[in-house]
Nanobody, 124 residues
Framework: VQLQASGGGLVQTGGSLRVSCVASGLNLNRHVLGWFRQAPGKEREFVAGIDWNSITKYYADSVKGRFTISRDNAKNTVALMMSRLKPEDTAIYYC??????????????????WGQGTLVTVSS
């Protein structure tokens, strides 16, 4: 299974950016998809997750109301629309997929598949 993330870049504070991820090698339509991020010198943290039918979406408190996660099962993709970006959102963003179908969780160990990451830099 491969997860290929794209869409990162440099954006000013208050701006918007969309990162996306396409999966190959496995049909992930029944799996939970999500995003984690890791800022310089910090631990990797959960950002958002979405269940297989897009009914349940779970966000970290730090991004709630600013970020929106979505998925397209026909294309095996997941996206994260980020708005009102802040310098503290600067990080490498990783798309993830659970190993088995189930509920959305913020725990790293529940996600077996990880993309290579895409860098998002928010300038002040």
């Amino acid at each position: 299974v491969q997860l290929q993330a794209s869409g990162g870049g440099l954006v000013q504070t208050g701006g918007s950016l969309r990162v996306s991820c396409v999966a190959s090698g496995l049909n992930l339509n029944r799996h939970v998809l999500g995003w984690f991020r890791q800022a310089p010198g910090k631990e990797r943290e959960f950002v958002a997750g979405i269940d297989w039918n897009s009914i349940t979406k779970y966000y970290a408190d730090s991004v709630k109301g600013r970020f929106t996660i979505s998925r397209d099962n026909a294309k095996n993709t997941v996206a994260l629309m980020m708005s009102r970006l802040k310098p503290e959102d600067t990080a490498i963003y990783y798309c993830v997929a659970s190993k088995y179908p189930g509920g959305v969780t913020s725990q790293r160990l529940d996600y077996a598949y990880w993309g290579q990451g895409t860098l998002v830099t928010v300038s002040s």
